[in-house]
């Protein structure tokens, strides 16, 4: 599949991730945050993100025992009381305690007393009021939200507040008033290119309800799958889809786990291009000549379907009359990405369509058939939302644009008159830092945001596209960093500190460790499986300072397919190295000063010894492991890579001359090793070097 244009200010902006490191302070602040224009002072050490739009600490806390007196008071429904059992389990996961959730006696107060003031609206849409406030003092807690779905959000923000004091855990005395910023806040998960089942989507379910997502946007129907079965027409998933499919029950559970959840499911019917699947068993709706199998590889292909077969929209009225009431959700995604048109320039019957209907290309053809579809969404009650490619001056006005493509494809859209979200630098493919999605913002001046286009930018969508995730690793590639994206969407802009993100991120992916996301389980297992019968330990200290490259890099390194097993290194390593930003700030704090040198010198020196002495029993664990043997060089240039930081290390703190020899020659062998290898990058380079060209101001 082709993706988004790499173009240089993306490449510009990835690359200066680490200059907000050395911009900001490295110790934790005490920040201000802002809404309606009032600055308010927040502790510095919780991990509430994404952080809410006004939170005020106070000195106290509140004591949490084993037993929780909880009153649900207003209105109430059972998913209200599903959530404060989970709530509950939740806190007792943490806390390694079995804490009771029981009722106040008679004229008591409940230690946790939740007051939801209405019902919401039947179907969840993206102006459901999510709104709470949160008061806790030292004998309660009382959370007040006008719609089940703000006391959700409510008690995920409680959730993050538990803090361990000896023996005891608490609650900080606080007040919270919170609102989100952008009412679209998703993810996608594209469950075609590898099948991701159930126990995948559930526990990104809960680990998205906990910071506060609200759409799920389920990629259901690619070239290479069909992933929706179809009593209607049952071909489409027995011949599309190789038995990897979503039942209609399974889809009505997802629908029921989201909702109680607060998230809204989108599913996504890719059309009329990435229709393979469809094809399998459907030829009719093509516009070549079939017989089509299920594609196996990745990128753009020509099969796509015919929009000048009357044919084709009867089917489709069939078909989305059977998908309408599995997903209640007012909007259908119909994609509509990346139709290359060629099988419609190349048919003649196709042509003379569009000559007789005034359609001067293919745009215009594939807006002919939105605009068919969207009347068919209609008739079922459903708006259309696709990729910004639909952006026409025929598309009707109540469909949504998803750019993707470039943020002024957002721009165009709004301009237009269209309602849009932003997922272009949002791709969680690129394997790229949560600072670089963290900085960017569907609105990046605020000022859209205060004029007429205000409502028109309805948020943000994360995408996990599947080429290169399997069950095993997409938790990954989603996770802490999704958190970042969410944080970005809900809090208000000013909430932009990269080094306090970073220090919550670390909290909030310990917590969404215990809810499910297997991103940090997963990660030991896989090195034991590279490291076979040996320990783990310098596949561990290797694997740390490694990244994936980033982008598309990968599908040029080699011929990938469904069927390529994703197992090697460079799918355990994790798509931002904590240890290298790590290292990073120690070193700017060593090079900043002489006061911070000797705090840091020990810990430098420490961990390049690591990284240099680590080859030796990498090689031994290598040599048995044919899954390893690709990533014996990236171990040789790691010790390279080391043993160049400890000798500008010594220099540095003996004060020695420059010597612009050695220099130039480390300079080459930071460069050589650079380049990547296993479709690996070493990520301590960038540090090293910044030691190396200190050496150069020693006197
Ligand atoms: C896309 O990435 N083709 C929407």
């Known amino acids: 599949m082709k993706k988004p244009t790499v173009d240089d200010s993306c490449v510009a902006e ?17 920040a201000a945050y802002v809404m309606c224009g009032t600055a308010v002072a927040v502790d510095g050490d919780h991990g509430l993100m994404p952080m809410p739009a006004r ?6 806390s509140l004591s949490i025992g084993d037993q929780l007196t909880i009153e649900l008071v207003g209105h109430t429904e059972p998913r209200l009381d599903r959530a404060v059992d989970r709530f509950v389990e939740h806190l007792s ?40 406030s949160l008061n806790v003092s030292s004998h309660r807690a009382v959370l007040r939200a006008a719609t089940p779905v703000g006391v959700l959000r409510g008690l995920a923000t409680l959730e993050q507040l538990l803090q361990r004091d000896g023996n005891k855990f608490t609650l900080p005395e606080v007040r919270i008033e919170d609102r989100p910023r952008f009412p679209w806040r998703g993810l996608l998960i594209d469950v075609c290119r590898h099948w991701q089942p159930m126990p995948v989507i559930k526990r990104n379910l809960d680990a998205m309800a906990a910071v506060k997502l609200n759409v799920l946007h389920l ?42 959840r607060g998230i809204r499911v989108v599913p996504e019917f890719d059309m009329p291009g990435h229709t393979t699947s469809w094809l399998v068993g459907h030829p009719e709706l093509a516009a070549g000549v079939g017989p089509f199998q299920i594609e196996r590889r990745w990128g753009v292909f020509d099969p796509c379907f015919d929009p ?11 078909f989305f009359a059977e998908m309408t009431p599995l997903f209640p959700d007012p909007f259908v995604h119909i994609g509509g990405d990346e139709v290359n048109g060629n099988l419609w320039r190349e048919n003649p019957r196709i042509q003379s369509f569009m000559r007789d209907n005034q359609l001067p290309d293919a ?3 594939q807006a002919y058939f939105n605009r068919r579809v ?8 459903r708006k259309l939302i696709g990729w910004d490619e639909i952006l026409h001056e025929d598309l009707p006005a109540n469909c949504v644009v998803q750019s993707w493509r470039g943020a002024d494809s957002l721009r165009a859209a709004i301009d237009q008159g269209f309602n849009a979200v932003l997922s272009n630098g949002y791709y969680l493919d690129h394997q790229l830092s949560a600072a670089f999605h963290y900085q960017n913002d569907p609105d990046p001046t605020g000022k859209v945001s205060r004029d007429r286009h205000r409502s028109r930018v309805l948020g943000g969508e994360a995408c996990m596209w599947g080429e290169y995730v399997s069950p095993e690793t997409i938790d990954s590639r989603i996770w802490p960093r999704l958190v970042a994206i969410a944080e970005r969407l809900w809090s208000p802009r000013s909430v932009n500190d990269v080094n306090d993100m970073y220090r919550r991120l670390g909290h909030v992916s310990r917590q969404l460790d215990r809810l499910g996301p297997r991103h940090r389980k997963n990660y030991a297992v896989m090195l034991q499986r590279l490291a076979g019968t040996h320990s783990i330990e310098p596949v561990r200290v290797l694997a740390d300072v490694l990244e994936p490259v980033k982008l598309y890099l990968r599908s040029s390194a080699r011929e990938y397919t469904s069927e390529t097993l994703l197992n090697r290194m460079v799918d355990v390593a994790r798509p931002e190295s904590e240890a290298a930003r790590e290292f990073l700030i120690s070193v700017r704090r060593f090079l900043s000063g002489p006061k911070s040198r000797t705090d840091q010198f020990e810990s430098i020196r420490k961990r390049l010894t690591t990284w240099r002495d680590n080859h030796k029993p990498f090689r031994s664990v ?35 001359r420059r010597d612009s020899e050695w220099q130039a020659k480390a300079v080459q062998v930071l460069d050589t090793a650079a380049e990547p290898r296993a479709e690996l990058v070493i990520t301590v380079i960038p540090a090293v070097k910044e030691l190396v060209a200190a050496t150069s101001k020693t006197e």
């Open 14 to 30: 990835y690359k200066s991730d680490m200059n907000g490191v050395r911009r900001s302070t490295v110790h934790v602040i005490l």
């Open 55 to 60: 939170v005020e600490f106070r000195s106290d």
């Open 93 to 132: 996961a943490h806390t390694g305690t079995a804490i009771r959730r029981t009722k106040p006696e008679h004229g008591k107060d409940a230690v946790l007393r939740i007051d939801c003031q209405g019902r919401g609206q039947a179907v969840q849409t993206y102006d459901e009021d999510e709104s709470y």
């Open 219 to 260: 990629h259901l129907t690619e070239d290479q799958g069909f992933r929706v079965e179809s009593k209607r027409f049952p071909r489409l998933h027995e011949m599309g889809s190789d038995g990897k499919y979503f039942t209609q029950d399974e889809l009505r559970e997802i629908v029921a786990y989201a909702h109680d």
């Open 308 to 318: 000048t077969k009357e044919s084709l929209y009867e089917f489709l009225d069939e």
């Open 363 to 365: 745009h215009a053809l």
């Open 374 to 381: 969207a009347a068919i969404l209609a008739n079922h009650g």
């Open 622 to 656: 290598a040599n048995d492991s044919s899954l390893l043997v690709e990533v014996e060089p990236v171990s040789y240039h790691l010790k390279l890579v080391a043993e160049v930081g400890l000798n500008a290390l010594d220099l540095l703190v003996s004060n020695r």
